[in-house]
């Protein structure tokens, strides 16, 4: 076995403020977090710390870190250089790597063995010094107890051996003890090949390339999923500060590991970092820094999906090599494009209508420059369905555009997961066919079980509306497991519970959403409805209070308190109905609560007459119709079963 094989069974060696583990082969600055070196960079480092104080003939070097090819003395003396640089090294202060004219090199700086430590957020580490020994202390303690081998250990004094044998059960005690403060926790039971992909931190400095920090996240999320037998999660925020990729998240996650990394363009060059980090003790299992032109993008992200299936022991297959190989042989360029025009085009607050108007630009120069990819259409498509929401268009217009966009996607490539989940919306939305939607949605799970809206539409616009709602449940629930904290995601599932009148589970999905996205001010909503169907209407006046909720202007929040603490549901109801009637012109979805207010009121005549305009209006709500707790004062009128028949839901 060279040096090189035995020094990997060394856990970590620190020097300075750095600590090389050689296990995961990562390089950590103890402030400025993990050292991007090469592989050889690695191992020449690894082989000089191994050796400190020794003169490491360059010949020797060459042998041990390029073992088997044919190399000149010029590649080592660039990973030095390398290695200095990396180390704050100048090669004149000589803290660390010193030349050795015509030998070699040598590292003259203190080496020292540590332990691996837990992650300083995990949960079970000690903080508190007053309830147990910390680690360091523990080391100390083993360190200063004597050997417990027969050639070591001094005889027992004639008049205590009580003595001697409870130091040796104190060393085993103490040495056990430190095993178990120290060894990584071991990861919950079925996630040991899991791995959330946290957001890649975008570090252009160009703010045009904002979304290739998104566009990374949501790349490596597809690639990882393509390989069998690893479960894939993601751990994205709209616009909120995430939290700390610690041991509590792995586990809220079910995941063992994080993935995480950077992205910065420059020009034409793209350099993407990243990272495998076990959650469990927040040890780094393996990095790597990509410097390649853009163009390559693809097949670094083939390559890093290849290399932590490695890392996790997950057998690749034949299918999952051609999956990646295949994505790894996609058009760059047309890919790139694709992931700012959906970027430009988000829902985000943050996004301005000159932005989706460049994001639709990029579309439209999609469809002119590669007519044979459906992503050009598919992006447009998911365009012209958000323009109702942004009054920008009518429902029929942006309906007809989204619709033929969808066809010509489908006509290009039949097995577009992304064109199926949008049809799914489209048959539901424009024909109010649930079953062609169902139909849809089911296509483009098949084909893309880890594409999150494909689980999000076929619940929405195919099960829920037909009645089918455990799988309605169970779809929306594996939207959640690829996407824990995604906004809409998050708010769906609460806004499912609340329909299916399971209020205390709504109400408590409805306040996690808001620890993790407090300015989303649609997670009120659920909880408003839960109050209502409670009769518990002073709790539903005061949730429509916070300011993030803004649906109701200050005037109308004191009216509703007054009227409710006053007159009860009846002047809640009122109040809502009066102030809905103010909005029905300018709300999409104004007259399908105009209808459900007056319901709850008592108006039944009126409640179907706006029934009848929201109907006329295609109201993006009537596919809830058949299950709104809100209409439950029409269901008994012989008026009912007409109203379902016209939006074809019976």
């Not at 001094?154 to 009580?162: K, L, Q, S, T, V």
């Not at 790894?328 to 108007?357: C, F, V, W």
């Amino acid at each position: 076995m060279n040096d090189l094989s035995s020094a990997r069974h060394t856990e970590v060696l620190a020097f300075g403020p750095f600590r090389a583990d050689a296990f995961a082969r990562t390089l950590v600055h103890d402030t400025q977090g993990l050292v991007n070196l090469t592989p050889k960079q690695f191992d020449t480092l690894l082989l000089l710390i191994t050796h400190p104080g020794e003169v490491l003939d360059k010949d020797r070097i060459l042998a041990e870190v390029w073992t088997g090819s044919v190399v000149e003395e010029n590649n080592l003396s660039q990973a030095v250089s390398a290695l200095r640089k990396a180390l704050g090294d100048d090669g004149e202060a000589h803290r660390y790597i010193l030349t050795v004219p015509r030998k070699g090199y040598r590292f003259v700086a203190e080496v020292r063995p540590v332990a691996a430590m837990p992650h300083p957020s995990a949960p079970d580490a000690v903080d508190d010094d007053r309830a147990a020994p910390t680690s360091s202390a523990l080391h100390a303690a083993v360190a200063a107890t004597p050997p417990t081998t027969a050639s070591t250990v001094a005889p027992p004094a004639p008049r205590g051996p009580a003595r001697w044998m409870g130091a040796v059960a104190l060393a085993a005690i103490l040495a056990a003890a430190a095993w178990a403060l120290l060894r990584p926790a071991p990861p919950p039971p079925g996630t040991e090949r899991s791995v959330a992909v946290l957001p890649f931190t975008n570090l252009s400095s160009d703010p045009v390339d904002a979304y290739f920090g998104a566009g990374m996240t949501e790349d490596m999320l597809t690639q990882l999923a393509q390989v069998s037998g690893l479960k894939v999660v993601s751990h994205r925020f709209a616009g909120d500060a995430p939290l700390s990729a610690d041991r509590a998240l792995g586990l809220k996650l079910g995941a063992a590991h994080f993935l995480q990394g950077t992205v910065r363009r420059a020009g034409d060059r793209l350099r993407i970092s990243a990272q495998l980090i076990d959650a469990g003790s927040g040890r780094h299992l393996w990095a790597k820094s990509y410097d390649r032109p853009v163009t390559d993008v693809l097949k670094v992200q083939s390559e890093v999906a290849a290399e932590i299936a490695g890392a996790l022991a997950a057998v690749l297959s034949q299918s999952d090599r051609a999956a990646l190989g295949s994505r790894a042989q996609g058009n760059p360029e047309l890919h790139l494009k694709y992931m700012e025009g959906r970027y430009l085009i988000s829902r985000s607050r943050q996004i301005t209508h000159e932005d989706r108007q460049r994001g639709v630009a990029i579309f439209e120069g999609l469809v002119r420059r590669f007519p044979d990819s459906p992503l050009g259409h598919v992006g447009l498509a998911a365009y012209h369905m958000r323009a109702p929401n942004l009054r920008v268009a009518t429902f029929d217009e942006s309906f007809r555009k989204a619709e033929a966009h969808v066809d010509a996607a489908l006509r290009i490539d039949a097995r577009s997961a992304e064109a199926h989940a949008m049809k799914a919306e489209i048959e539901a939305r424009a024909r109010w066919n649930w079953r062609g939607a169902a139909e849809a949605g089911a296509r483009a799970v098949a084909l893309n079980p880890s594409l999150p809206e494909a689980w999000a539409r076929y619940a929405h616009f195919g099960l829920k509306p037909l009645g089918r709602l455990d799988e309605a449940e169970r779809a929306l629930r594996r939207a959640l497991d690829l996407e824990p904290f995604n906004a809409e995601s998050m708010h769906a599932m609460a806004v499912f519970l609340g329909g299916v009148e399971r209020c205390d589970e709504a109400i408590a999905q409805a306040r996690k959403n808001l620890e993790v996205h407090p300015s989303y001010m649609l997670n009120y909503v659920p909880m408003i409805r839960c109050h209502e169907l409670r009769g518990e209407f002073r709790q539903a006046a005061e949730a429509s209070r916070p300011p993030q909720f803004s649906w109701l202007p200050p005037p109308a929040l004191d009216e509703l308190a007054a009227a409710t603490e006053k007159e009860g549901s009846a002047g809640y109801w009122r109040t809502l109905l009066k102030w809905q009637r103010r909005f029905d012109a300018t709300d999409p979805y104004g007259t399908y609560y105009l209808a459900a207010y007056l319901a709850q009121s008592g108006d039944i005549d009126e409640a179907f007459q706006q029934l009848g305009r929201a109907i006329d209006k295609r109201e993006l709500y009537l596919m809830n119709l058949r299950i709104d707790p809100l209409f439950k004062p029409l269901r008994a009128d012989a008026r009912w079963p007409a109203v379902l028949k016209r939006v074809n839901l019976l």
